[in-house]
Antibody, heavy 120, light 107 residues
């Protein structure tokens, strides 16, 4: 069974750093792109970027380029999303999702999400 | 960037009735269009990909159609569990983009 297990909710202060994770199981982790999607409170879905765990090829949405860093450790089947200086506007639910086949494909499996709250 | 526009924002439907949701792309995406369902407090769930192919386990009352710039998601007979927000997404071009969503609520 394919599963994406995300790390738990986080409460941080502005300016702090954070790294959240997404661990894949039940499939060949290195063979599928993983994407990250943001959902701000009461809002829609926004694609942030993606990584291919096999070679760490990473692409970012222009809206998030330079704001976050996506990485992966294929040895432990885990992808990461990190911030070096959080802002209140980073408060959101963050989902990881698996691309079905190749980089131009839909998301077939989703993690349950990691809620990030940034507040002073 | 390809803009995805969904309409209406909210659709009020009685159980058992048909629901028709629209998604328009600002330029052609061919058939590289997916639909997702999201219930409150849950992650999105894939319903349709390739504009018209139902994902595994998705009931036959869900159907997708269209190509190019105009797409439709039809729910033939709404069940109580179908009241949710539905998003379309194009995966033809970077950056991937989602529509703003259509909320299907009980009339």
């Amino acid at each position: 069974e394919v599963q994406l297990v995300q790390s738990g909710a986080e409460v941080k202060k502005p300016g702090e750093s954070l790294k959240i994770s997404c661990k894949g199981s039940g499939y060949s982790f290195m063979a599928h792109w993983i994407g990250w999607v943001r959902q701000m409170p009461g809002k829609g879905l926004e694609w942030m970027g993606t990584i291919y765990p096999s070679d760490s090829d990473t692409r970012y949405s222009p809206s998030f380029q330079g704001q976050v860093t996506i990485s992966a450790d294929e040895s432990i089947n885990t992808a990461y999303l990190q911030w070096s200086g959080l802002k209140a506007s980073d408060t959101a639910m963050y989902y990881c999702a698996r691309y079905s086949t190749g980089i131009y494909s839909h998301f077939d499996y989703w993690g349950l999400g990691t809620l990030v709250t940034v507040s002073s | 960037e390809i803009a995805m526009t969904q309409s209406p924002d909210t659709l009020s439907v009685s159980p058992g009735e048909r629901a028709t949701l629209s998604c328009r792309a600002s330029q052609s995406v061919g058939s590289r269009l997916a639909w997702y369902q999201q219930k409150p407090g849950q992650a999105p769930r894939l319903l349709i990909y390739g504009a018209s192919t139902r994902a595994t386990g998705v009931p036959a009352r869900f159907s997708g159609s269209g190509s190019g710039t105009e797409f439709i998601l039809t729910i033939s007979s709404l069940q109580s569990e179908d009241f949710a927000v539905y998003y379309c997404q194009q995966y033809d071009n970077w950056p991937l983009t989602f529509g703003g969503g259509t909320k299907v609520e009980i009339k």
